[in-house]
């Protein structure tokens, strides 16, 4: 697939990983429906991607609402007439582990909301998105098109994210599912699953335990971003990448 004939519909993408993918892509000449619930953050990188008018549409959706996702499929179709890339980035990280002491010394449970909210992101999210994007494409036959998860290493397992690590071992499944799936239609599904980068969503880690993390890489260092955007275009360029997560850890071996 070629990128300057691409429209991409990208959630969480006022966020770091998600804003670099935006860029990246405006840049090799994609049309891009940037979508998140942070308006504010849309505005910027409306702001930031001034020079790509025409190119770049923001809206708001709640990817865990149907009729966000609904409408925001649809305003993708309505703009750009079509669209042939879905990135389902936006994720949330809710840390608390199953069970634990408070304050008074009494063992308390994760709350239930709390796990919810983790899990109606990171996974049933994903999975709306797909849905609304299938119902545009799998009446029109087999054409190129192409879904990435944006996942996690800490799918493989961490203490303290039950829910966070759960929502994305499942998010891994459904890459590999969807692949088998939707092949016969020319739908290709891929993941990436990154270790510790360097994004807003990793301030909330202590730094004892950011470099701890980093100790434990081969590259000494957190990932930036557009290391992340470059392997998207990788997995959009090669139309032989289906059914796997790839990895970009920094060679990590936690």
């Known amino acids: 697939m070629l990128i300057n004939e691409a429209t991409a519909i990208i959630t969480g993408a006022a966020g770091g990983i998600g804003r670099a993918i935006v860029l990246d892509l405006l840049q090799q000449g994609a049309r891009v429906l940037a979508c998140d619930v942070e308006e504010d953050g849309l505005n910027d ?23 966000d996702v609904k409408n925001c499929v649809n305003f993708a179709y309505q703009k750009f007439n079509s669209c042939n890339i879905l990135i389902n980035n936006a994720g949330i990280l809710r840390d608390g582990k199953l069970a634990q002491l408070d304050s008074h ?69 459904l890459t590999s599912s969807w692949a088998k799936e939707f092949s016969d239609y020319g739908i290709r599904v891929a993941g990436i699953s990154p270790g510790l980068f360097d994004t807003p969503m990793a301030l909330h880690l202590e730094e004892e335990d950011r470099n701890k993390i980093i100790s434990l890489t081969l590259a000494k260092r957190a990932g930036r971003p557009h290391e992340l955007a470059k392997l998207v275009e990788t997995i959009i360029l090669c139309d032989f990448i289906s059914g796997r997560t790839l990895e970009i850890d920094g060679g990590g071996s936690f």
């Open 105 to 173: 010394g009494e063992y308390i449970g994760l709350p239930l909301a709390q796990w919810l909210s983790v899990i109606d992101t990171n996974l049933t999210g994903p999975m709306l998105m797909t849905r609304e994007i299938l119902l545009h494409w799998l009446p029109l036959g087999a054409q190129s098109n192409l879904i990435i998860n944006i996942s996690s290493m800490s799918a493989k397992g961490n203490s303290g994210q039950s829910a966070y690590s759960a929502s994305k071992a499942g998010l891994n499944a």
């Open 45 to 67: 990188l409306a702001n930031q991607c001034s020079e790509f008018e025409g190119s770049l549409l923001t809206t708001f959706c709640d990817i865990t609402q149907e009729s």
